[in-house]
């Protein structure tokens, strides 16, 4: 797999995972979502996918597991 097609992989696959719901009332699922607000701390909301296209690939998962957390 080409470089680049890991990172569109990651994208795709994180808006698949936005799509799936969970239980978000579980201790486990809450201490997740903290730990993805960290890291989306880290990935802030300014990264230009066209300059730092691995950034938004990451980004984009990390929100994605977020939102299929808290649903």
Do not use: C, K, N
Not at 19 to 33: F, G
């Amino acid at each position: 797999m080409a470089r680049d097609d890991r990172w569109q992989h990651l994208v795709q696959l994180a808006f698949r995972l936005s799509e799936s719901l969970r239980d978000s009332d579980s201790p486990a699922t809450q201490q997740a979502v903290r730990a993805l607000d960290s890291a989306l701390e880290v990935f802030g909301p300014d990264i230009d996918p066209v300059e730092d296209f691995e950034g938004y690939a990451l980004r984009r998962l990390l929100l994605a597991l977020r939102e299929s957390l808290v649903r």
